[in-house]
């Protein structure tokens, strides 16, 4: 018979995170680019495809660029998130399942 038993802590030592706001609402996306993307989790970029396709059939005046991130979803990519604020008007960032 055990007369001790040690429990562990699931939550563990989190890192302070600083809250940020979010971007601001564009009044409409007629005639504006969005980009999608692709983080490179598990199937996000099917589901990216369909967003894609529905824009295409609901929306026609939105471009959509599905855009992969250069590396795993882990790693920052300062390239393509210059690229959204160069040649887009907005990003959705997707990850799957």
């Known amino acids: 018979m055990i007369d ?5 802590n699931p939550v563990g030592c989190p890192p302070k995170i ?3 706001p979010l971007a601001p609402r564009l009044s409409s996306l007629q005639g504006k680019t969005l980009y999608l993307v692709d ?9 990216l ?3 894609q396709q529905w ?19 882990l790693k920052d990519d ?9 040649h887009g008007h907005a990003a959705v960032v997707g990850v799957g399942h």
């Open 4 to 8: 001790k038993l040690n429990v562990l």
């Open 18 to 20: 600083t809250a940020r």
């Open 39 to 47: 983080c490179r989790f598990d199937d996000s970029d099917v589901f």
């Open 49 to 51: 495809k369909q967003m």
């Open 55 to 73: 824009f295409v059939e609901h929306m026609p005046s939105v471009r959509t660029v599905v855009k992969p991130i250069s590396s795993v979803y």
């Open 78 to 86: 300062p390239a393509t998130w210059e690229e959204i604020k160069t």
